[in-house]
C-alpha cells in the first residue's frame, strides 16, 4: 500500500503535492465534525428522552390517584414516548385479567372488561408466566413462531404490538399492550422506553391497588360491623333475615340478594327473605344439591358462577319458575355455625364476571355473621323450649317418684301424659312374662265402663299386629287399626283416627305399652316442637319406676327362693351317696313347692335310656311298676316333643300330658319336666306331677324353686360322674406312666460306641408314649446299623406298633447285610402279622468304619442331612415307601462316602414340622442353617442347639407331634 502512495506522489509536483495533502486534512477535519455534530444530537435527544421518562416517573409514582384515574395518567404518559393511540392496561385478578384502560384508535372502549386466563392464556398468561416483554413486528408473518396464540376481541385484529409485564416485586400485577394496525410498527427502542415507563407504573399501581384494596376493605369491614350489629339485637329471625338482605343491596346495588333457611325436618332450603329488582315467591323450597344454591348446601363451600351461562347446575335451575333470566353471574355461600349448615346466602347480578375474590370474601364473611345470628335465634327459642321441658320432666319425675306401689305409678303416669301433650287418650299394658301376655292396667279417656272392664283386657303376641310389631321391634307403631278389646271397646268417638304405640322398656326388658292418640291439629304439634322428646322422658322415666317397683316385687319373691334353695343346698350338702341327695331332694319338693308327687330320672349314656330313681308320693305298688321299667329315651323325648325338636340341653322346664301309665303312677294328669343339665349335657330329669286343680297354682316362684332344686341335682348327678371318672383317669394315668418308662427302657443308649464317630441323641414324646424310635444294631465285620422311624400316628397305638416295628427290624437286620433288604422284608412282616391300619416310615443305614462308606436304604422317611466339612450339604434321598402299607413294596439301595468332619443329621418330621403361634413350621431351611453354624461343634453341642432352635420358633405352642434326632459326626483321622 506504501508503494502505491509513493508511486502517486511520486508522478505530482511538489506544490501539487502540497495542495494534495491540504485537501486530505481538510476534509478528515470536515468529517470528524459531521460525526461530532451527530454524537452531540443522539446525546442531546438522549438526555431529553431520560428527562422525558425521569419526569413521567415522578409523575407516576406521586400521583395518589384511584386505579382508573392511574391508568389514564399511565396511558398519556406512554403516549409521550410511544404511539398509543391503541393501547390498554390490564391488571390480573387470580386466573382473571382486568382491563382497566383501553382505547382503540385513540376512541375510549366501554371497561372494566374481564377475561378469564384458566384455561386459554394467550399472550397476556405467556406474559405473566415468562415475566418477559414480547415485541411482534407482523402477527400474519410470525403465527407460527409466536409463544403463544393472541385471543382478538375485534373483527380487525391488530399487525404489530408491544406486550410489556407489569411486575411488583416478585410478582407479575398486570400488563400494558401497545398495538397498530400496521406491520413493524414498534421498534427495539419503542419496547426499551415502554418498559421503562411500565416497571415505574408497576410501582404506582402496586402502591394504589394496595390504597384501594384497603379503601375497599375498610367500607366491606364497616359493612359487616352495621350488619352484625343490627342483627346482633334481634330476636326474630324474620327480621333478621331483612336486614340482611337491605344491607346487602344497599352497599353492593346486586339485582337480587336471597336468604335461604335450612328445614331440620325435611332437609330443605326455605326461602326466607328476597330482595332486589326481582324478588322471588316466599314459597320457594330447593332440594339438596338443586341448582347452585342446592349445591352450595350439599357440598358446604361457596360456589361462584361468573358466567352462570357455563355453569351446568344453573341450567338445571333455570327452567324452574323462580328462576331469573336477567342473571349473568351468581355467588352461593352456605351459612354455616358450629360446623353445621344452617342456610345458603344467595347474590345474583346481571354483569359476567361480576364476583372477584374480594366480593367472595365480603359475602362469606357477611354468610358467617347471618349463621351466628340464626344459630343465636335458635339457641333462644331452644332455651325457652328446654325451660318448659325442663319443668314438665321435673313435674314427671315428681309424680312418678311419690307412687309407691306399681299401680300407683301407672296411674299416675296414665294421668299426667295427657295433661302435658294435650292428648285425648292414654292407655298403660304391661307385659306378664309368666303368661307370656300384655295386661291392661290403667286408661285415661274412656268411657266409665270400659274404664272399669279395663284391667280384665289380655292380649297376647299374635292378637294384635300393632303390638306384635312393638313387642319385636320396641319402637314406636301408627295404626289406623283398632286393638282387639273384644266386648270392652271404647265409644267410637274416643278413638277416631290412628293410635300410636310406645314400648315401655329398659336397655334388657320389655316391660309395657303406652297407646296414645295423635295430636289432633299441626298447630298443636307447631306450638311445641319437642313433643317427642318429652314423650320419651315420660316413657323412660315411667320405665325406671316400673321397674324399680317390679324390682322390690321380684327381691322379695327372690328372697324367699334363695332361702328355699339354701334350705335344699344344705340338706344336700351333709350327705355324699348320689341315692341320698336324691331322696332328699324329692322328700323337699313337695314341701317348698307342694307337688303332690315327684320323680328323679338319671340317663345312663350307654345305654341310652332313663331309669327312675327316687321319687315321692309314688304308691308302694307304682315304686315297683317304676323300678322294673326303663324308660327309652325316644319315650321321654316323644314325651315332650320340644326337647326332641331342640336336641340340645334347656334349662328351661317343660309341661306335658303325662302317658296314662305314668299318670297313674304320679297321681297327676299334669306333669313339668326340668332337665338336669350340667356341664352342657342333659344327666337326668326331675318330673313333677299337677292334679287338675292345682294345673293354675305352678307360679314363676315355684317355677324357679324347681329350676333351682333340678340344678342342684344335676350338680349331684354330675359329681358322682365326676368322682367314677377321676379313678378311672388316675389308674390310666398311672398305666400311661409305666407304658412311658418301658418304652424309654426300649430306646438304646444315645451315645454308643460306634468306631471312628460321635453320635448324640434326643427323644421326646408328645404324649406319655410315642411312635418315634431311634436304633443302634451291632453287626458282623464292626459294622453298625442305624435306625429312626416314625410311626404314623401317636400314643399308645403309635407306641405298640413302635415296639413291633423295632422288634422286626432287630431281627431282620441281623441276618441281612443290604439295608434295602431290610426294610422289603420288615414291610412283608409287618403286613402280614399286623391287623392294625398303622404303618412306619424308617431310614435304615449300615455304617462301614473300615471304608468310611455308609449304604442306606429310605422307607419313606424324612432323608437325613449329610453335612460336609466345608459347610456344603446334600439330602440322602431314596426311592421306597412307607412300611406295612401294602404287602410288596420296592426300596433301593444307595451308598455315599463319608469324611472325617462330616455330620449326618437323622430326625423326624417332628422337628421339621413344629409350628409355633402363627402356624408356621420350623421347616428344613432353618434346619439347615442351624447344623451349618454348628457344623464345628461336637454332636452333643449339635443336638443341643436343633431342639434350641426348634422350641425358640415354637414358643409357648404345646408340641403336638414326637420328636427325634440323631447327629452322628465323621471322626476319621
Known sequence: MSSIILQVIGGFSLPSLYMFVLTMAMTFIILIAILRYRSGQALRQRVAELEALSEAGRVLVGAELDLVSLCELIARECGQVIDNRTFQIGLLDGNFYDIVFWTVDGVPQEIPRTFDLTDDSGIIG????????????????????????????????????????????????????????????????????????????????????????????????????????????????????????????????????????????????????????????????????????????????????????????????????????????????????????????????????????????????????????????????????????????????????????LEDIVTAVSRLTPMLLGLDFCAILLWDQDRQVYKGVEVFGASPSFTRRFAEVRLAVGDWGALDAVHVGREMVCTQKKPPWGPYLPQKRQLDGALELHPIDTENEMLGVMIIDELATTEKRAQFSRREELLQNILDQSARAIESASLRIAQQEEA?????????????????????????????????????????????????????????????????????????????????????????????????????????????????????????????ALVVGLTEEAEQTLSLRWINILNGIAHQAATAVVNDHLYKETAERDKLAQELKLAHEIQASLIPDGRPAIPQCSVACYWAAARQVSGDFYDFIPLSDGRWGIVIADVADKGVPAALFMALSRTVIRTVALNRSDPAEVLMRTNQILDTDSQSDLFVTVFYAIWHPETQMLTYANGGHNPPILLKENGRSLLLTGEGMALGVIPEIFVAKNTVQIASGDTIIFYTDGVTEAMNEDFDEFGMERLYLTVRAHRHQDVSQIVSAITDAVNAHAGDTAQFDDMTLVVMKDEAT
Request: aromatic residues 6%; glycine residues 6%.
Open 126 to 405: 405467556w406474559v405473566r408466566q415468562s415475566r418477559k416483554p414480547l415485541l411482534v413486528r407482523d402477527f400474519l408473518e410470525e403465527a407460527e413462531t409466536l409463544p403463544a396464540s393472541p385471543r382478538y376481541v375485534s373483527d380487525d385484529p391488530p399487525r404489530s404490538a408491544i406486550f410489556i409485564p407489569l411486575i411488583s416485586g416478585e410478582s407479575v400485577i398486570g400488563a400494558v399492550a401497545a398495538q397498530s394496525g400496521e406491520p413493524a410498527h414498534f421498534s427495539e427502542e419503542d419496547m426499551r422506553r415502554l418498559m421503562i415507563l411500565a416497571n415505574q407504573a408497576a410501582a404506582a399501581i402496586a402502591n394504589g391497588r394496595m390504597f384501594e384494596q384497603e379503601r375497599q376493605r375498610s367500607a366491606q369491614l364497616e359493612l359487616v360491623g352495621r350488619i352484625a350489629k343490627n342483627v346482633s339485637g334481634t330476636v326474630d329471625l324474620r327480621d333478621v333475615f331483612e336486614i340482611v338482605v337491605e344491607e346487602i343491596q344497599d352497599a353492593f346495588d346486586f339485582h337480587m340478594v336471597n336468604v335461604f333457611s335450612l328445614d331440620v325436618l325435611t332437609g330443605e332450603l326455605v326461602l326466607k327473605a328476597s330482595g332486589g329488582q326481582e324478588a322471588l315467591p316466599e314459597y320457594v323450597r330447593l332440594q339438596p344439591g338443586q341448582g347452585l344454591i342446592g349445591s352450595a348446601l350439599s357440598q358446604q363451600v361457596t360456589i361462584v358462577a361468573n358466567d352462570v351461562a357455563e355453569d351446568p347446575r344453573y341450567q338445571e335451575s333455570a327452567n324452574d319458575e323462580f328462576a331469573m333470566p336477567h342473571t349473568q353471574a351468581e355467588i352461593a355461600i352456605p351459612m354455616i355455625a358450629d360446623s353445621e349448615v344452617i342456610g345458603v346466602l344467595d347474590v345474583q347480578s346481571p354483569y359476567l364476571n361480576a364476583f372477584t375474590q374480594t366480593e367472595k370474601t365480603v359475602l362469606e364473611a357477611l354468610a358467617a355473621e347471618i349463621a351466628v345470628a340464626i344459630a343465636r335465634g335458635k339457641q333462644l327459642a331452644w332455651q325457652r323450649e328446654q325451660a318448659w321441658l325442663t319443668a314438665a320432666q321435673l313435674q314427671v319425675a315428681e309424680t312418678v317418684g311419690r307412687g309407691r306401689s
Open 560 to 684: 324367699w327362693v334363695n332361702a328355699a334353695l339354701l334350705q335344699t343346698a344344705e340338706v344336700v350338702n351333709s350327705l355324699f351317696h348320689l341315692n341320698e341327695i336324691l331322696d332328699t331332694i324329692v322328700r323337699l319338693v313337695p314341701m317348698l313347692v307342694g307337688v303332690p308327687s315327684a320323680i328323679v330320672l338319671i340317663r345312663d349314656d350307654v345305654r341310652e335310656i332313663f331309669r327312675p330313681g327316687p321319687s315321692f308320693g309314688i304308691t308302694e305298688m307304682g315304686r315297683g311298676l317304676l323300678s322294673s321299667l326303663a324308660l327309652e329315651e325316644a319315650e321321654v323325648m316323644n314325651t315332650n316333643r320340644q326337647l326332641a325338636d331342640t336336641g340340645t340341653p334347656n334349662p328351661n322346664y317343660y309341661a306335658f300330658k303325662p302317658p296314662s301309665w305314668l299318670s297313674q303312677v304320679m297321681r297327676a294328669s299334669q306333669a313339668y319336666f326340668f332337665p338336669l343339665n350340667a356341664r352342657g349335657k342333659l344327666v337326668g
